[in-house]
């Protein structure tokens, strides 16, 4: 078979067409440039591409780029949540129309990142791809040029950036030199033991901090709330989002590596507890909400880890399968902070008060998503978090499974109290029904919510994409 | 068997997709408030159905319906009732109309959001009575409590949004817990499936731990004390509907939660436990009767009495005699009905005094005679005044206290005296109490709507009382089996681990000798 075989590559290919449409826009003079109504049915063609590369399998680039189940199941979840994002972030605020082409080109080129960290099986392609998805969006960040929080925003993203991708190119150094290869199928029979490889083992860990940062794990979360509340709310929802599941891929892949208790598993471990405890105390004294849904990120970040040390397929699936799901439950949140502020302010706890009088559609999102976030059934949430932890108990990691359990109990507060400031607290200037927001935005507001609700209660089928894709990396 | 017809999907998923039906639908509130009548009534006759068609002197699962849900992680949809669960489905679905008709009038905002809430609760409610797979109990379980926060947030009193997180927090933080024992029976066993599971053969020590997470959580939902705090807060905060649904069917999910898990999943535990628990029951008893006593709220004074009455349940449930356990199920049932009618009454007077305070609604007995009659009936049955329903669950529950151990019945029975002394100060103060204002004279009497709901409760509390052989036809089946099964299990899990056999074994394995040479005399 050909190492050239593009036709594995349609999602990639039909995002990247995406991406040149886009980057010819923005060279046009400024009278074409308005005009991206077109953004949306790309988005659904990337889609179409994903679906139809849904069962392909192959090797390309000399065994540097898979196509597998895995990588099929993240392009699609990527191409979803780009689609999403892209609807969300129609007519940013705050940003020139002149800018917008150059907008949605960095946050194409990051999630066409992202779909190619996907497919990597070797260090130093992830390491490349992650640098794609990377670049773009310290691009977008400060794009909310006006307000000194962005310029604050922009300034640390890239420098915890840098930092974070300077230590995993050591680490892959370490990796390197200890076993004399980058590439995972071949790393896989190695040892990863303190005692047996001790460069090994560091030189994992090491290279595992890029996807750390990505995923705001601790400790290498401490951009995310700042960077969450400095950004444009349409350029957090992407962050928020989308480069999780590009972390979440690459530490799938990984974690096939690992076994239950190897001192970098144990790491993960513990990383995980502590990230979880940490992000959602620290989650309870926010009233942004965007800092808020930072550090609710980083809880979530820990959460994962719950399925990435069980060292089984099953395991593998559940984290997958969370990963799709914490996407959508954050891009539905940000979806209804985003309709709530038309003039691209911040949200804050008290702004909510008496939405479900105003907006009870968008009221009704906000709460089926942050109960989602809470994992309350029947959502998605629920499901996701019960497969994690379903995973993780006995094999050696109960105590994570106690530590997780105990943590839900401290975030229903918070997230509690979105939904309280919006249903009880009443905000007595405004009557009931005052605003009128486009069918628009109220349908695709609710069309997430619902896919939150069905996959709460009829997570079959996709549980089974995933649940190939944690086979396809441990058979 | 599997049933003909699905009863159990229809009592569950009838008033769910009136909910969504009602939340899409553009209706005023008299409509949103007749549709729901109508789902109601609906519901009930469903729920009579299933009562009519449930074969007594069967101990199995009836109406089972199963099918696969979600074959990879494990789950299946499977429903089923048997003599534990009946009364409790029977009474969530009958709930449903008298709550409509209790709250047409004392209901005037967002009226249409609060039907949809009490829509759901109810889908919810008998949800977690008839679920027959651990996940989708846990489902229905935490499902019910969003409605019922919502109910408490929105239509509650003045400290409603206090009384609501703290109920929230509360039972959610329990059930975390839940969640991971329910994860950790699952590796076990490798399945969700209750039956399944029940028979399954645990380690002692594996048993314990399961037994602990459980508890908590419905030890937060009895609620047990010292565990009881956000009932009184989310009682006197929540609207009567909603006061109602919380002491009728809410706390009767934890006893159900003790009676079907911790003593059907983990029984050697609950044996190991049962002296701890018998503990919290009594303090329980004593604990909500002395502070009824002592309260000038109306609400907050049946919402201690009901822990006192709920202390009871689980006195009953953890004597593990049959008498005990019986008793346990009928006082669930009859404080299901008494308890709901008193907040009901509650409410209807609230709606005329504006005030919950016994010293504003007093001298009732020369106004409002009709009121004053049912309150009367009401309170007579909620003290266990023979006769009358509950005094057959609490002389149940007391003969197998007595059973137990005598000192045990001897501690249960000033919580019978306690509750006489503060259900009679409240109903002679309402009826001969000096009014405080003369304004007493101008309140109507009850009207036709509340007549429509006050007499079903009333026949229910007399029919009971008079002739409780019908119920009883329905528990005893199941709770031999029960009792049997349990007797069964603990002995293999101490013979395995050479534990010594418990005094409540010990009693409970003479208690069935004696009977088995009782029938072969």
């Known amino acids: ?475 | 068997m599997l049933a003909a017809f699905p009863y159990l999907t229809n009592l569950i998923f009838l008033p769910i997709v009136g909910a969504i039906a009602l939340m899409v639908l553009r209706v005023d509130d008299t409509a949103a408030r007749f549709i729901t009548l109508c789902i109601g009534i609906v519901e009930t006759l469903l729920a009579l159905t299933l009562l009519g068609g449930f074969a007594l002197g069967d101990a199995g699962w009836q109406f089972v319906e199963l099918h696969p849900w979600m074959p990879a992680a494990g789950l299946t949809y499977h429903l089923a009732v048997d003599g534990l669960s009946l009364f409790m489905v029977v009474l969530s679905a009958v709930l449903l109309p008298l709550c409509t008709l209790c709250s047409w009038t004392y209901i005037s905002k967002r009226v249409k959001e609060f039907h949809v809430c009490l829509l759901l609760m109810t889908g919810a409610c008998v949800g977690v009575f008839v679920a027959m797979d651990l996940v989708l109990f846990y489902i229905f379980w935490e499902a019910m409590l969003v409605p019922m926060y919502l109910l408490i947030a929105v239509w509650g009193g003045p400290r409603r949004r206090y009384a609501s997180i703290k109920f929230f927090l509360y039972t959610l933080a329990g059930s975390t817990l839940l969640l991971a024992a329910i994860v950790a029976l699952y590796v076990h066993e490798g399945t969700f499936s209750i039956p399944a599971l029940m028979q399954g053969d645990y380690a002692f020590d594996f048993q314990c731990w399961i037994f602990l997470a459980m508890a908590l959580a419905f030890a937060i939902k009895v609620p047990m004390f010292p565990f009881h705090t956000w009932l009184p807060a989310a009682h006197v905060e929540a609207p009567s509907a909603g006061s109602v649904l919380l002491a009728s069917v809410l706390l009767k999910m934890g006893t159900y939660g003790f009676l079907r898990f911790c003593i059907g999943l983990t029984p050697a535990a609950a044996d190991h436990y049962a002296p701890l628990m018998l503990a919290i029951s009594v303090a329980s008893i004593l604990y909500g009767g002395f502070v009824a006593l002592g309260q000038q709220d109306m609400k907050k004074l049946i919402a201690y009495s009901s822990v006192a009455h709920m202390g009871f349940v689980t006195l009953g449930i953890f004597v593990f005699t049959q008498a005990g356990v019986e008793g346990a199920l009928m006082v669930m049932l009859n404080h299901g009905i008494v308890t709901g009618a008193l907040f009901m009454m509650v409410g209807a007077i609230y709606e005329r005094s504006h005030s919950r305070e016994i010293t504003q609604n007093m001298g009732l007995g020369k106004h409002l005679p009709a009121f004053m009659g049912f309150f009367g009936l009401f309170a007579l049955a909620s003290l266990g005044f023979p006769g009358l329903n509950s005094f057959v669950g609490e002389l149940l529950v007391l003969i197998g206290a007595f059973e137990f151990n005598t000192w045990l019945g001897m501690a249960g029975i000033p919580g019978a005296m306690l509750a006489a002394a503060y259900m009679l100060r409240l109903g002679l103060k309402m009826a001969y109490g000096q009014p405080a204002s003369p304004a007493g004279k101008g309140w109507g009497d009850l009207n036709l709507r509340e007549w429509t709901y006050l007499l079903p409760l009333a026949f229910l509390t007399l029919y009971l009382g008079i002739a409780p052989g019908l119920a009883l036809k329905v528990v005893t089946p199941s709770v031999e089996k029960l009792l049997t099964d349990y007797r069964a299990k603990v002995h293999m899990t101490m013979q395995a681990k050479a534990v010594p056999t418990s005094p409540a074994l010990a009693k409970l394995d003479a208690h069935l000798a004696g009977k088995t040479q009782g029938e072969v005399r």
């Not at chain 1, 009278?31 to 949306?40: D, F, I, Q, T, V």
């Not at chain 1, 915890?160 to 790393?187: D, K, N, P």
């Not at chain 1, 060292?311 to 959508?328: H, K, N, P, R």
């Not at chain 1, 530590?403 to 607290?425: D, P, Q, W």
Request: include cysteine; charge should be neutral; charged fraction near 10%.
């Open chain 1, 1 to 475: 078979m050909s190492q050239y075989n593009l036709a594995l590559c349609l999602p990639e290919l039909a995002l990247f067409g995406v991406m040149a449409v886009l980057f010819v826009q923005s060279l046009t003079p400024d009278g074409s440039k308005r005009c991206l109504c077109w953004l949306p049915y790309g988005g659904l063609a990337t889609i179409a591409a994903a679906l139809i590369g849904m069962g392909d399998s192959g090797s390309l680039f000399y065994g540097a780029y898979q196509i597998d189940a895995l990588s099929q199941f993240f392009k699609l979840a990527v191409a979803v949540g780009f689609t999403i994002a892209a609807l969300n972030a129609a007519n940013p605020p705050q940003l020139d129309a002149a800018k917008k082409p150059d907008f949605y080109f960095f946050l194409a080129a990051s999630a066409w990142g992202l779909m190619l960290l996907a497919s990597c099986v070797e260090c130093v392609t992830i390491y490349v791809a992650l640098e794609i998805s990377s670049y773009s969006l310290y691009a977008v960040v400060p794009l909310r040029a006006k307000e000194r929080q962005a310029a604050e925003a922009g300034v640390k993203y890239i420098l915890f950036g840098a930092v974070a991708t300077a230590i995993a190119l050591y680490g892959l150094s370490y990796l390197w030199g200890s076993h004399g290869t980058t590439y995972l199928a071949v790393l896989a029979g190695k040892d990863f033991s303190l005692a047996g490889a001790p460069l090994a083992a560091v030189g994992l860990a090491m290279f595992l901090c890029g996807m750390f940062y990505k995923l705001a794990l601790f400790p290498f979360h401490f951009w995310a709330p700042d960077v969450y509340q400095g950004s444009a709310n349409e350029t957090s929802a992407f962050i928020a989002t989308l480069p999780k599941l590009g972390a979440a891929v690459v530490l799938v892949r990984f974690a096939a590596l690992l076994t239950p208790g190897l001192e970098v598993t144990l790491l993960l471990a513990v990383l995980g507890a502590i990230s979880m405890t940490y992000g959602n105390l620290a989650a309870l004294a926010q009233r942004d909400i965007k800092r808020l849904l930072g550090y609710s990120s980083v809880a979530h970040a820990g959460y994962l880890m719950l399925g990435l040390v069980s060292g089984t397929a099953e395991g593998l699936a559940a984290a997958s399968f969370y990963a799709l799901v914490y996407i959508l439950m954050n891009l539905a949140i940000f979806w209804v902070l985003c309709r709530l502020a038309p003039d691209g302010k911040n949200v804050a706890l008290e702004d909510l008060d008496g939405l479900s009088r105003r907006e009870p559609v968008l009221a009704l999102v906000l709460a089926v998503s942050a109960f989602a976030l809470v994992g309350l059934p029947p959502t998605a949430g629920f499901m996701g978090k019960l497969m994690l932890l379903k995973s993780a108990w006995g094999h050696g990691y109960n105590w994570l499974v106690i530590v997780a359990v105990l943590n839900t109990a401290i975030a229903i507060y918070y997230y509690l109290s979105l939904v309280r400031h919006a249903y009880t607290h009443d905000a007595d200037d405004v009557p009931a029904g005052s605003v009128k927001r486009p069918m628009g935005d109220l349908v695709w507001g609710l069309a997430l919510a619902v896919v939150l609700l069905v996959m709460g209660t009829m997570p079959g089928a996709i549980f089974d994409l995933a649940t190939a894709a944690g086979h396809a990396v441990m058979p």
